[in-house]
């Protein structure tokens, strides 16, 4: 079954629209975008997504912690997540990964592949 729907949590604006022209325009994908993580952890109360997508620094509840308490919503323990930041050194990829993403895409991303890197990564996770 292939990646169809994607929550894609970032507080800033104008990287939300860039995403979305991304995810939808060039991926074909099905999104609901959130500007932070209380957002998403209500946007997953609504409909359970094929993966998630994180922003890792935001006020108020940051990716991490996010995904953190995705984690505990029924039917989210396994649904893929990947951080889509500036921040990754080697250092800070293996601190996500120990989180549980299956991968983290480096800001700033390319429009025109962002799509296939999430796909890409949602297909590693289900092998």
């Given amino acids: 079954m ?5 929550i894609h ?4 604006p104008d ?3 860039i995403a979305a022209l991304a995810l939808v325009n060039v991926g074909g994908l099905e999104i609901t975008q959130c500007a932070s993580g209380m957002e ?3 946007a997953v109360e609504a409909r359970l997504p094929d993966l998630v997508l994180l922003d890792v620094m935001m006020p108020d509840l940051d990716g991490p912690e996010t995904l953190r308490r995705l984690r ?3 039917g989210m323990a396994n649904v893929p997540a990947v951080f889509m930041t500036a921040k990754s050194q080697p250092s800070e990829i293996t601190a996500y990964q120990a989180l549980g993403a299956i991968g983290v895409i480096p800001k700033p991303f ?4 962002l799509a296939d ?3 890409q990564l949602w ?3 289900q092998d």
């Fill in 110 to 113: 390319d429009p025109l592949t």
């Fill in 117 to 119: 890197q999430v796909r």
């Fill in 2 to 6: 292939p990646i169809h729907y994607v």
């Fill in 72 to 74: 505990l919503i029924p």
């Fill in 15 to 17: 990287i939300r629209a």
């Fill in 40 to 42: 998403c952890l209500e």
């Fill in 123 to 125: 297909r590693q996770a």
């Fill in 9 to 12: 949590v970032e507080d800033d």
